[in-house]
């Protein structure tokens, strides 16, 4: 495991989450976490360089310290589009440092009013009949997206009405959208919402919670194997959010004065680089009024009427935020990211262009109306993703020929070379860990609890049937496994029981 330091900075956070909170003219819903790192026997070497590379732009800005708030929100209304040319220059500096010097990034964004929802909805759980995790994303979205005042307020001044003032919009926002095809998705999404919507619970605590960055940090530090020997903190608030990184296991966290600390300084960067793109993304799709949502809503064509630098600025970016050290859990975010998801949509969008001249021949409405086809098909494998509740999880590849499955059983890749589980004539009592599916739904498997160790077994042909209808009920979310399994093999015919 190769030594790492990382640093640890956020953007848009609120403490505590009262009604005066949300409804201030400055609330942002998202809450955006970087963390970045480096070999930790490279640190005083980067930090020497990085502090040379502040020098000039700090004469120039006339601070002290160099963080991402000196370039103000407004300035991001267009994307780069609306940067002087100091400040895309600064930009652009900042995160070729991140690429040229090997620095890990993770990100983390939750929205707020998703916090919310979710302890007025606690009492929800995922089974044959509610798709929790969609009701709640559906109640979030409603929030987000149209911000109905009388059903924030009642959150937070009489929970007993949210129930009613969440129904009573949901009921105009459907009469609004009659004969609206852009509308038929979150028509249908709203349907199953008052279908489904029931008591809730008005036993909540809306105290900001940290301890989802750091959880989705360590799956991250897993996965890439990387030994943590310091973990920085910017040094503000009661100290939540160091308690938080303590409670996941990094005891190595230091709480530290960001003047001081210059990694801390480039994860402020990049927490306020994304914080402010998506704040003006959702300025310019969220709507103003119920009759405002009968438009499409599309980022200005000014988004798009770019300069070679700014063009290579968005490349810089994309291969910071997105593109370096790609692993499973480098992004941790709640169900609803809507915007954080345009945001990374629109790198990718301008990143696929080889060249400027490449990108300058289309017309920029046109760059506009791709961008939104884009973020579109995204927003939709995502809420493809989010109806399916199987546990997604790296792949553990032993080798080219097998991985390691989420049981802890050797899988190998072509599965004809697995034997097949023992089922003797009468019956033969087995502990199953887990049921699937190779291929296209062409051969069971089961994973079996042995002395020896979870081992993974085909099943014969005729319980294909059965393991896919196992399948489908831990997709709808609910998952029967680990159990005792009797399989049973009477004149030529396999039968299966749950004990």
Partial sequence: MVKHTFFYDESEHSRKISYDTVRDKNFEPN?????????????????????ELERAYKKFYSVDELKNNIIKVKKYKYGLNSFKKNDLNLITEV?????????????????????????????????????????????????????????????????????????????????????????????????????????????????????????????????????????YIDQEGNGSTYFAAIEEGFIKTVEADSASNFGIRIADF????????????????????????????LLDEQWFNLSKDMFECYKTLKKAIVGTHRSFYKFTNSLYTDDFLCFISLLNYIDKFDDFQSFIKDKTIN??????????????????????????????????????????????????RHKYLLIKNGSTKYHVLSVGLFGKFEKACVTIRTE????????????????????????????????DVIFTFVKGKYYVDLD
Avoid at 40 to 50: F, G, P, R
Avoid at 111 to 137: G, M, P, S, T, W
Avoid at 270 to 297: E, H, L, M
Wanted: proline share 3%; with cysteine.
């Fill in 31 to 51: 809450f955006v976490v970087a963390i970045v790192g480096c070999q930790t026997d490279s640190l005083e070497e980067l930090e020497s360089k990085y502090i």
């Fill in 95 to 231: 995160f070729s440092f991140i690429n040229d010097n090997d620095f890990k990034v993770y990100i983390s964004v939750n929205n707020k009013i998703e916090f919310i929802v979710n302890q007025l909805l606690k009492e929800y759980k995922n089974d044959l009949f509610i798709d929790a995790d969609l009701f709640r994303y559906i109640v979030t979205k409603i929030l987000n997206v149209y911000f109905p005042q009388n059903v924030i307020q009642a959150i937070y001044l009489d929970s007993n009405k949210f129930k009613t003032e969440l129904k009573n919009f949901c009921l105009m926002l459907l009469n609004n959208n009659k004969n609206l095809p852009h509308k038929e998705l979150e028509n249908e999404a709203i349907n199953q919402l008052l279908i489904i919507l029931n008591e809730t619970s008005h036993d909540f605590d809306i105290n900001w919670d940290y301890s989802f960055a750091f959880s989705g940090f360590k799956n991250f530090i897993i996965e890439n194997k990387y030994e943590v020997t310091s973990l």
């Fill in 270 to 297: 990049v927490a306020g680089t994304i914080s402010r793109f998506i704040i003006n993304i959702a300025k310019q799709t969220r709507y103003t009024s119920i009759d405002d949502a009968k438009n499409i809503k």
């Fill in 367 to 416: 760059h506009s109306l791709e961008l939104n086809n884009l973020a579109l098909k995204n927003l939709n494998e995502k809420f493809d993703s989010m109806r399916s509740k199987l546990k997604l999880q790296p792949v553990n590849a032993g080798n080219k020929e097998f991985y390691i499955n989420g049981k802890g059983a050797i899988c190998y890749f072509d599965y004809n």
């Fill in 452 to 483: 020896s160790g979870p081992v993974l077994y085909l099943l014969p042909d005729q319980l294909l049937p059965w393991a896919f209808d196992m399948v489908a009920l831990a997709n709808a979310g609910m998952d029967l496994f680990p159990t």
